[in-house]
């Protein structure tokens, strides 16, 4: 090996290794999946031309990054987590496929967790760690979902699978979080982060919907030689398993078409990366070698060959959202992966730094859709100049600023607490089918009126008319879809009731089973007098103090309470007087339920009945808790613990059932 093509294959494993730290540990990008992959390719050459492979190649280990953060026992694992051998070429997962059957499921991105189950019982969930050890989270157990607590199989059960966390519940913790600095970077992010949790914080572990997709049956004493019949087993038993289909390798390619259309449609809720392959004969996978950290016949990894295009960049504009004033590159449509595109999201000021990207006209660059669906700026290849960061925000002309986060990125916000573009979702809630159920009025239409001066309040949605002409030359409409929106908008003025209005409002903690009780109990406008005059809404069965103090301190918002009457006066709401209050065998009584049920369909449907026999749905033990629900009875969890301290009976769910009815 010469001395260039040494110094070549260091600076190689720097940049890969300081690009992976990044991405799995948590902090932000510093190089897209095109580039990473690029420069692993041109490693892996590398190595197999001078035969000569360097201390700390990405080639030769598995990332434990995204684990650093994970605190807890370190514990060998049983069978080794290994990793998969990935290619980029159909015809390689048809070579490896051979004559045999073979699974195709899906790559999911987010961090593998194996469970062991000994006499049907939950034992141990250890994470992947470096395949060899992981780190014991048994701890984590009643909240994560995907898996069973108990199982059917009284012997010796090992599953592997992924912890992912969905694009839609990543997107709304995401909208949660005020600080642009502290926002996640994408849901494998969200997802190490949330494993790293400790018990004290297991109720944010459960509202972050962390959901186990279990992939293979590692081991059971049960003669089951098939994957597939595997996981129809898993299946049964009441996993969430990843989704597969049975083919060869005749019908791979059309089998891996037919599933990458499925990635580009954007129909997929959870983050994948790829696609996995595995033999059916579980016998004949376990035969094979182990080179480097793969298993050679464990299972095969189909990556995306990212499509590349050149194009003419015209101008970057700057587009406010909810937390952050994001830049967005305009160029030139180009086909990519079948869809045209002439615009892409430059993320920040520091990936504009990164790209050396600024706002000449002519400048070249580089774009791809990232996994299928994103499109990206991945390089500039001519000429940029300089970029000018904006000094007003271009939704409100209100002030900004830049931050920096804990990573070094440099992010731009509207410093204006009242930009209409930072309250987007909550005039998606207005409009929303349990709100005012305007349709039609999707969330880039929104976007373009708020952005274009049309909204600045929830009452200007019914003055829209005025723009009517503007509204009609923004693309996208016509006047027929214009005629159509402003008969929906005033359909909507004529046509809601009080408890939609209600949850349209997004009062903190007000949704729509909150509305209805509050309408229930007060009747309309009785609520509105009861909120005139201090009434005490903690007495509403199911809302509590909380939920209480939460109404009053949105109305002592004098903006709220303005456009709360001005709506008030162009709405027509119908009347509606008071329901009784339900009776039933949990009346005057209230529950705390934790851990997985299994008589119930979930524990939505198990508070759903408890609320409508006329008790209450508590989520923490007190003083006030009449039972606690818990199918671990003898578990030493922080509910049951108090529970005992406080001596308030703790009921299994047939206790429960035998007690008070069933659904």
Not at 292 to 320: I, N
Not at 440 to 462: N, P, Q, T
Not at 533 to 541: I, R, Y
Not at 639 to 662: H, M, V, W
Request: with cysteine.
């Amino acid at each position: 090996m010469t001395e260039a093509e040494n110094n070549r294959m260091q600076e190689l494993i720097r940049r890969l290794n300081e690009a992976s730290e990044a991405y799995y540990g948590g902090r932000d990008e510093i190089m897209s999946n095109f580039e990473w992959d690029a420069l692993f390719d041109e490693l892996t050459r590398m190595e197999k031309e001078t035969g000569v492979t360097l201390p700390d190649s990405p080639t030769q280990k598995v990332n434990t990054a995204a684990e650093d953060n994970i605190a807890g026992e370190k514990e060998a694992h049983e069978y080794p987590a290994l990793s998969l051998a990935k290619t980029k070429k159909v015809e390689d997962l048809q070579g490896w496929a051979g004559d045999r059957p073979v699974w195709l499921s899906w790559k999911l991105d987010g961090l593998t967790l194996v469970l062991t189950y000994d006499g049907g019982r939950l034992t141990k969930i250890l994470t992947r760690g470096n395949g060899s050890v992981g780190t014991n989270i048994t701890f984590m157990k009643t909240a994560i979902k995907g898996f069973p607590l108990e199982v059917e199989d009284r012997g010796h059960l090992v599953v592997r699978g992924e912890a992912a966390i969905s694009y839609p519940d990543f997107e709304k913790l995401n909208e949660s979080v005020t600080d642009p600095a502290e926002r996640f970077a994408n849901p494998r992010n969200l997802a190490s982060g949330t494993l790293a949790l400790d018990a004290k914080r297991l109720d944010e572990v459960r509202q972050r919907n962390v959901t186990f997709h279990a992939f293979t049956l590692v081991h059971t004493d049960r003669e089951i030689i098939s994957w597939g019949a595997r996981m129809d087993y898993l299946d049964q038993m009441g996993f969430t398993t990843v989704a597969r289909e049975l083919t060869d390798a005749g019908r791979l390619p059309e089998t891996v078409a037919e599933w990458t259309r499925r990635v580009e449609s954007g129909e997929m809720e959870i983050p994948v990366d790829g696609l996995v392959i595995c033999y059916d004969d579980t016998e004949y996978a376990s035969t094979g070698s182990v080179t480097g950290h793969h298993a050679t016949r464990a299972g095969y990894a189909f990556k995306w060959q990212d499509e590349v295009a050149r194009t003419t960049l015209r101008r970057v504009e700057w587009s406010c959202g909810a937390t952050t004033i994001t830049p967005v590159a305009i160029f030139d449509p180009v086909q990519l992966e079948g869809t045209t595109v002439s615009r892409a999201s430059l993320v920040n000021l520091s990936e504009m730094d990164r790209l050396g990207i600024g706002e000449n006209d002519h400048t070249e660059i580089e774009v791809i859709k990232a996994n299928k669906i994103i499109p990206k700026v991945i390089a500039v290849t001519g000429t940029s100049g300089a970029y000018t960061i904006p000094d007003r925000c271009p939704a409100c002309e209100g002030p900004v600023s830049v931050a920096t986060g804990p990573s070094g990125a440099r992010t731009l916000k509207c410093d204006n607490p009242d930009c209409p573009a930072k309250h987007l979702k909550k005039f998606e809630r207005f409009v929303s089918k349990s709100g005012m159920d305007i349709d039609g009025l999707s969330i880039e239409s929104l976007r373009d009126f708020v952005g274009s001066g049309f909204i600045h309040s929830f009452a200007d949605i019914f003055r829209l008319s005025r723009y009517e002409e503007e509204i009609q030359s923004l693309e996208g409409f016509g006047k027929k879809s214009c005629d159509n929106l402003l008969a929906a908008i005033e359909k909507s003025r004529t046509g809601t009731d009080a408890v939609h209005f209600l949850t349209a409002l997004s009062i903190p903690q007000i949704g729509a089973d909150a509305a209805k009780r509050l309408v229930s109990a007060y009747g309309w406008p009785g609520f509105v007098k009861a909120l005139e005059e201090g009434a005490d809404f903690a007495n509403v069965n199911g809302l509590g103090p909380e939920r209480s103090a939460q109404i009053y301190g949105w109305y002592a918002d004098g903006k709220n309470k303005a456009v709360f009457y001005e709506l008030l006066e162009l709405l027509r709401i119908p009347e509606a007087e008071p329901v009784s209050e339900v009776k039933g065998s949990c009346a005057g009584l209230t529950f705390v339920i934790t851990g997985e049920v299994h008589r119930f369909k979930n524990r939505d449907a198990f508070k759903a009945y408890v609320e409508q026999n006329g008790g209450k749905v508590a989520g923490s033990v007190s003083k006030k808790t009449s039972y606690l629900v818990n199918n671990d009875i003898s578990s030493t969890s922080s509910k049951n613990t108090k529970a005992r301290e406080l001596n308030i009976p703790i009921l299994s769910e047939d206790d429960f059932i035998a007690q008070f009815g069933q659904e």
